[in-house]
């Protein structure tokens, strides 16, 4: 059952919002986000485990999977959608699911997060295996698409992983790696899209870029397979090769049009580099 009086409907530690003036608004938000990040911290061991369980997993072909509702599912989308131009990766390697279909990313889509057997529905469109990893998100923990979603994982060889706002969630009863960020009542009383989800994406970009990082998608600290989509990147990446290969931006630059990618440019100018 799901508890009573759960964490993220707590009444705010402070009262008449309305009443406040605007710095006052700012600075007690901003006192309350500040506490986030301690929160997350007490997490690492197991956000650990769960990221050397994705990486293990994709070194075999597997592919992570985000499932969410609301402001969680949108946050899991984001994470996902920012990979590829950040990492080169196909757009299949991870992948974010938000109830109600992609409408429900700009609009909500009134009672999709209230079916229990939709997350396992979306998943199976794309063929999901046990060489996958699901990840479900949802500030409260009780989500029931995310719920269904994870149990059907698991009862198909799949690794779970959750991430919720709450002690002694029901979502974390379906995860082999639940995540607990316990970051108190919302200054908001009950608006998740604050503290919960700022907690959220911190968790999910720690997911993300480790995973990236030790799937080889990076060089020292460079973005070396990051796409070249506008002025802006490929500027970056001619300064990543002046700064690797010890040229002018020229020379950097005319490589880049030539190869197309960081990565290619530093192969091909120098072999001897463990990339």
Request: hydrophobic residues 40%; negative net charge; proline residues 3%.
């Amino acid at each position: 059952m799901a508890k009573i009086n759960p964490d993220t409907e707590r009444e705010s530690l402070y009262s008449n919002l309305d009443k406040m003036s605007t710095n006052e608004l700012l600075t007690n938000i901003n006192n309350e986000d500040k506490k986030v990040a301690e929160i997350v911290e007490k997490q690492i061991p197991t956000i650990e485990k769960l990221v050397d369980a994705i990486v293990s997993k994709m070194k075999l072909g597997g592919r992570l999977f985000y499932i969410g509702a609301g402001t969680s599912g949108r946050i899991g989308i984001l994470d996902a959608s920012e990979c590829p131009p950040t990492f080169g990766v196909p757009d299949n390697w991870i992948i974010g699911i938000i109830a109600g279909g992609d409408s429900a990313i700009r609009k909500a889509v009134e009672n999709a997060e209230d079916d229990i057997d939709q997350a396992w529905r979306d998943l199976s469109a794309y063929d999901i295996s046990s060489l996958d990893v699901v990840l479900g998100i949802a500030a409260s923990g009780n989500t029931p698409y995310v719920i269904g979603g994870l149990k059907k994982a698991r009862e198909n060889n799949i690794i779970t992983g959750s991430i919720s706002c709450n002690s002694a969630s029901l979502i974390s009863k379906e995860a082999d790696h639940p995540i607990e960020l316990i970051v108190g009542p919302e200054f908001l009383t009950g608006s998740t899209r604050m503290k919960a989800g700022t907690s959220q994406k911190l968790v999910l970009n720690m997911i993300s870029t480790s995973v990236m990082i030790k799937l080889g998608r990076i060089y020292g600290n460079k973005m070396i397979d990051m796409q070249l989509s506008n002025k802006k990147l490929v500027q970056r990446g001619v300064e990543m090769i002046v700064e690797e290969l010890h040229i002018d931006e020229k020379l950097a630059s005319e490589l880049l049009k030539k190869h197309k990618s960081v990565r290619a440019v530093l192969l091909a100018e120098n072999k001897d580099l463990e990339i």
